[in-house]
C-alpha cells in the first residue's frame, strides 16, 4: 500500500495546479491540471484527473491499478459502474503514466461514437494490435474500448481471440455501465473492478478543493445540496456547481435547487403534508405550476420522504408500490394531470388504511 501510494506521488502530471486536493496532499501529482485559458472550460473537463492521485474515491482500486503498472503487470482490465465515477479517467491517467509523452502513439482509443462492428475489430485493432512498438521502455501498447457494452456481440466473440493473440505486445481495457452487456468469455480474460457511486464525503472533498481553486462563494448547504443531488456521480455534482454558479454569484441550496429544476425539500414536505392531511387538494397543482416543478420529481422525493416519517409498514408497502406504478407511468408518457389525480388517490386511500389500523 506504501509502495503503491509512493509510486502514485511520481507520476508527472503535466502543468500544476495552484491548490492541492486535500485528499492527496503531498507532491506533484496530487496537483490536478489547470489549463490557464480556462475561465469557461466545463469544469468536468477542466478538472479530469490528470494522474492516479488525483482521482478520488475507490483507493483499493487505484492502488492495485498503480502498483501493476509499476511493476509493468497491468492485466486485461474490465471497469464498470455507473456513470460519473472516473473510470474513463482513471485508465487515461494510467495511459499518461505509462507513456508520458509517447501517449498518443502508444493508445488506440475507441468508443462509443466511434464504429466498434466486427469490421473495427479486425481491421483497426488487429492492425494496431499487431504492429510492433519501436520504444524500448514502454512494452506493451493499449487498447482502450470506452462504453464496451454498446459493441455488437458479433464484435466481442470476434476480440476475444484478438486479445489472446496479441497479449504479449498489447492489453486491452473495457470500459462500460452495464457489466452484464459484456460476454462472459471477455469477462474472464479480464481482471474486473467495479467503480461504485462516490461517497458523500469524497464529493465533498474534490468539490471543495474545486470550489477553492475556482474561488467561488457556496454555502455549506448549498454544497451539501450538490452533493445530495448528485448522487454519487462526479461529474453530475461538478454540472450542477458550474451551472449554479453561472447562473448565481452566490451558491445556496435554493440556487442549486432553482437551477437544477428539482423541488426544495421545503416544497416536498409541504407537499407530503397536504397529501396526508388535506382532503383532494388544488394546492399541489397551483405549487406544480407557479414553481415550474416536474411531477416525476415531485413522486420521487415523496417517495423517499415517505421512507422518513413513522406509519404501519403495510400501509407504506402499498403506497411504495402505488407510487412506483405512477412513476412508471409518468416514464412512458401519461397525462400529468390524470397522474396527479392518481397520487393524491393513493394518499387518500393510505390516509383511509391509517385510520383503520388506528381504530383496530
Ligand atoms: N473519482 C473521481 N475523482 C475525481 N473526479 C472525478 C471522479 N470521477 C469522475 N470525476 C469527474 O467527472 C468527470 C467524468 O469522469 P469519467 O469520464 O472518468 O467518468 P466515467 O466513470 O468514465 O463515466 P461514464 O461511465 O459516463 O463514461 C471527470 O472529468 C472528472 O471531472
Ligand atoms: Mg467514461
Known amino acids: 500500500m506504501a509502495e503503491a501510494e509512493s509510486a502514485a506521488m511520481e507520476v508527472d502530471s503535466g502543468p500544476l495546479s495552484p491548490v492541492k486536493p486535500p485528499y ?3 507532491g506533484k501529482a496530487a496537483a490536478a491540471t489547470v489549463p490557464p485559458d480556462s475561465k469557461s472550460a466545463p469544469w468536468v473537463e477542466k478538472y479530469r484527473p490528470q494522474s492516479l492521485a488525483d482521482v478520488a474515491a475507490h483507493r483499493d482500486i487505484i492502488d492495485t491499478i498503480d502498483r501493476l503498472t509499476n511493476e509493468n503487470r497491468l492485466p486485461h482490465l474490465l471497469l464498470y459502474g455507473p456513470p460519473g465515477t472516473g473510470k474513463t479517467s482513471t485508465i487515461l491517467a494510467v495511459a499518461r503514466k505509462l507513456y508520458g509523452a509517447q501517449y498518443h502513439n502508444m493508445i488506440l482509443e475507441l468508443n462509443a461514437s466511434d464504429d466498434r462492428g466486427i469490421d473495427v475489430v479486425r481491421q483497426q485493432i488487429q492492425d494496431f494490435a499487431s504492429t510492433r512498438s519501436f520504444d524500448a521502455k514502454c512494452l506493451v501498447k493499449l487498447v482502450l474500448l470506452d462504453e464496451a457494452d454498446a459493441m455488437t456481440k458479433d464484435a466481442q466473440f470476434a476480440l476475444r481471440r484478438v486479445i489472446e493473440k496479441y497479449t504479449r505486445s498489447t492489453r486491452f481495457t473495457l470500459i462500460c455501465n452495464h457489466v452484464n452487456k459484456i460476454i462472459p468469455a471477455l469477462q474472464s480474460r479480464c481482471t474486473r473492478f467495479r467503480f461504485a457511486p462516490l461517497d458523500a464525503t469524497h464529493v465533498t472533498e474534490r468539490l471543495q478543493y474545486i470550489i477553492q481553486a475556482e474561488g467561488i462563494d457556496v454555502s455549506e ?9 448528485s448522487s454519487g456521480d ?10 449554479t454558479h453561472m447562473a448565481s454569484q452566490h451558491v445556496t441550496e435554493e440556487a442549486v435547487y432553482l437551477c437544477t429544476g428539482n423541488p426544495l425539500p421545503k416544497d416536498i414536505e409541504q407537499i407530503a403534508l397536504w397529501l396526508l392531511n388535506e382532503p383532494f387538494t388544488a394546492d399541489i397543482s397551483e405549487t406544480k ?4 416543478l416536474a411531477l416525476v420529481d415531485i413522486v420521487r422525493e415523496v417517495t423517499m420522504f415517505m421512507f422518513k416519517i413513522k406509519m404501519p409498514s403495510d ?9 412506483a406504478d405512477i412513476e412508471y407511468r409518468l416514464s412512458v408518457g401519461c397525462s400529468d394531470k390524470l397522474q396527479l389525480g392518481s397520487l393524491i388517490s393513493s394518499f387518500t386511500k393510505a390516509r383511509s388504511a391509517l385510520v383503520a389500523a388506528a381504530n383496530i
Open 24 to 26: 492527496a496532499s503531498k
Open 221 to 229: 448547504s448549498g454544497l451539501a445540496a450538490v452533493v445530495r443531488l
Open 234 to 243: 462526479m461529474r453530475k455534482a461538478l454540472n450542477i456547481l458550474q451551472s
Open 289 to 292: 405550476m407557479r414553481k415550474g
Open 315 to 323: 400501509v407504506r408497502v402499498q403506497l411504495v408500490n402505488d407510487l
